[in-house]
């Protein structure tokens, strides 16, 4: 598992965007598979996409062709671009990783950031 920081979170409007950022700690970052969940308030927290280190992706069917995962792994960063965004899309964003991949599907990591959050709202 990497420590990690979430930043870029915010309030806009239905149909805005907002840019999240993830940097992580560690020289061995590339190795990592890399994960954006949620947590809207009384959820469960959900995977909403994952790249592996060769930066192949995988997103969640709820938001498939409004967000997009990428990484740069010479600055040990991931990002979650979200578009087109919805009153549903209000949660507390997180990112993790781990070199398992059955970890970050499931998110049964030991620990988490402090996350950021996004209120989507008009």
């Known amino acids: 598992q990497v420590q990690v920081v979430e930043s870029g979170g915010g309030s806009v409007q239905p149909g805005g965007s907002l840019r999240l950022s993830c940097t992580a700690s560690?020289?061995?970052?590339?190795?990592?598979?890399m994960g954006w969940y949620r947590q809207a308030p009384g959820k469960k927290r959900e995977l909403v996409a994952l790249?592996?280190?060769?930066?192949?992706?995988n997103i969640a069917g709820s938001v498939k062709g409004r967000f997009t995962i990428s990484r740069d792994n010479a600055k040990n960063t991931v990002y979650l671009q979200m578009n087109n965004l919805k009153p549903e899309d209000t949660a507390v964003y997180y990112c993790?990783?781990?070199?398992?991949?059955?970890?970050?599907?499931?998110?049964?990591?030991?620990?988490w950031g402090q996350g950021t959050q996004v209120t989507v709202s008009s």
């Open positions: 560690g020289n061995i970052f590339s190795s990592y598979i």
């Open positions: 790249v592996t280190g060769g930066g192949g992706t």
């Open positions: 993790n990783g781990d070199k398992s991949l059955p970890i970050v599907v499931a998110g049964t990591f030991d620990s």
